[in-house]
């Protein structure tokens, strides 16, 4: 009986991880010579704007076996613009391998990573590559990797140019791997990624962690069903089609109207957020509008944190950086023939309910067979019940709920705790749909009585300057606003707006005689 290990590879831009990637196929006989990043022929990096532009965007997936394991290894990008897509993959994660340069060392996007890597729980061992580059010293990197990850993985050294370590780095991955033995439980998967095949149609990634999926069989998605169509497993170097998918595996799914996040029958977790939301955003322009939500709404359905919206008539999606808003123009020109034009970039804004605010709509009083009120209050984002669970059927609380938490999204509200006062239906008129539609429409009632303020976004920033440098750059951080909180003589640590990073980030090579490195990622509202 074979077993199944679902790893990934994450890494800071430019650490070899895609070319490691290329070398764990290689080395397993999957493919016959090696791809190049430069080159644009790597297996993974198999979209034309990847290939392009030398970097990963979209996670994708290759196979390959070692003895009775078959690894599923998941390819992440890199780039901090891209983060979203390697969110969204280590829900689908048994190991991890985190790359790191033997040159650059630990930089910010790693210790982002191993952070997330340690607060999940997933066992990860870290690769330190490009050992055979110049410049490489695999004794400082050992030290940042204990220090400054606060980790004690084995390390493993190598260069995925030349293969040196790799057969050891694979050895340990692969072993210990438990025998899949759930796939008698409930049907429990996660859509981690959504394509468009060759006619249009939705294929779905789903990570299944129990029970069995067969074609033509109907599932759960939510509240709702779906009928799969066809499946296609990765085993050993490809994706063939099979009657069935089980436990443990990775398979691709046709047949079902999901978005990423769906889970396919239950819930195997709560699903939580593992990095920050995106703090920008900016207006989308095209001369052909039609097309222009078109192809928006495909692109959304890849990368829901793109948060597509209407304000106005304006189209708006929300960006983690400048780079994403270049690989979304080029995307929707290449793939979708429609040219766009951007606004300048903003700072994404939010609202908090300032006080205690109640609604309350009942059957009658509007043109949905549904009674539903809400409290809503300062707190954490949590959707309560102040009804009888029996008081409606299951899937009218799901539809309720899931309808709130979309129109807290779609508003920006957040710091907002929810709770359901009143609930009544009506047999058999009422549907799910009712209360899906009329939810928000008592939400912002309710927010409106409570009343809002608005908040913007700070960041937790860490900068490391000269000590001779030290007195000017406070004096520039006060300037764009920057609180420092911990200082040393060459660390600042503190928190800053995040609609000032760009500036300060502008300024520091004068200040610093271009030694200055500053590192910043979202902490929260104010």
């Known amino acids: 009986m074979s077993r199944t290990l679902n790893l990934g590879v ?131 990197v050992a030290r940042e990797v204990a220090q400054e990850l606060a980790t004690d993985a084995p390390i493993f050294f190598g260069s995925a140019i030349t293969g040196d370590g790799v057969a050891e780095l694979v050895a340990a991955v692969t072993s210990s791997v438990p025998d899949d033995d759930a796939a008698g439980g409930p049907l429990s998967g996660t859509v981690f990624k959504v394509e468009r095949g060759k006619a249009g149609e939705k294929v779905a990634f789903v990570r299944l962690f129990s029970g069995t999926v067969r074609v033509r069989e109907r599932v759960r998605i939510g509240d709702r069903e779906g009928k799969v169509t066809s499946i296609a497993v990765f085993d050993r170097g490809s994706a063939p089609r099979r009657a069935t998918a089980v436990a443990g595996q990775i398979a691709k799914l046709w047949g079902l109207d999901v978005r990423i996040g769906d889970t396919i029958g239950t819930a195997h977790r709560d699903r939580v957020r593992h990095f920050a939301p995106p703090t920008l955003e900016t207006v989308v322009e095209a001369d052909d509008r039609v097309a222009l939500h078109s192809a928006l709404h495909q692109l959304a359905e890849q990368d829901p944190l793109i948060n597509l919206r209407l304000d106005g008539d304006d189209v708006v999606v929300s960006l983690y950086g400048e780079v994403q808003k270049e690989v979304i123009e080029a995307t929707l020109a290449l793939e979708h023939g429609v040219a766009v034009r951007f606004r300048d970039t903003r700072t994404i804004r939010v609202e908090r309910p300032r006080g205690t605010g109640e609604a309350v709509r009942v059957l009658g009083e509007s043109p949905y067979a549904a009674t539903i009120g809400f409290r809503v209050a300062p707190g954490p984002e949590e959707f309560r019940l102040e009804v009888e669970l029996g008081s409606l059927p299951l899937a009218f609380f799901r539809a309720t709920e899931e309808a709130v938490r979309d129109a807290l999204r779609a508003d920006r509200v957040h710091g907002c705790t929810v709770t359901m006062t009143h609930s009544g239906y009506c047999s058999p008129v009422s549907v799910a749909g009712d209360f899906r539609s009329l939810a928000p429409i008592v939400l912002r009632e309710a927010l409106e009585r409570a009343g809002t303020v608005t908040c913007e976004p700070v960041h937790r920033f860490r900068l490391e300057v000269p000590p001779d440098a030290l007195a000017a750059v406070l004096v520039a951080l006060g300037k764009v606003g920057g609180v420092p909180l911990t200082t040393t003589a060459t660390v600042l640590e503190g928190h800053l707006p995040a609609a000032r990073v760009h500036e300060l980030q502008r300024r520091l090579p004068a200040l610093t005689r271009g030694e200055g490195v500053l590192e910043s990622e979202f902490d929260h509202y104010a």
């Open 10 to 140: 994450l890494a800071h831009v430019d650490a070899g991880k895609t070319s490691l990637t290329e070398r764990l196929l290689h080395t397993a006989g999957v493919i016959d010579a090696l791809g190049s990043v430069d080159a644009g022929n790597t297996q993974t990096d198999s979209l034309a704007l990847e290939r392009q532009r030398g970097i990963t965007i979209k996670s994708a997936v290759a196979s390959f076996a070692v003895g009775d394991v078959v690894v599923n290894l998941i390819d992440t990008p890199g780039h901090p613009d891209f983060i979203a897509e390697v969110e969204r993959v280590l829900d689908v994660l048994d190991r991890a391998v985190l790359v790191v340069s033997a040159v650059e060392g630990v930089q910010a996007q790693t210790r982002v990573l191993m952070r997330t890597l340690q607060r999940l729980e997933i066992p990860t061992v870290v690769f330190v590559n490009k050992m055979d580059r110049r410049g490489a010293d695999g004794d400082r």
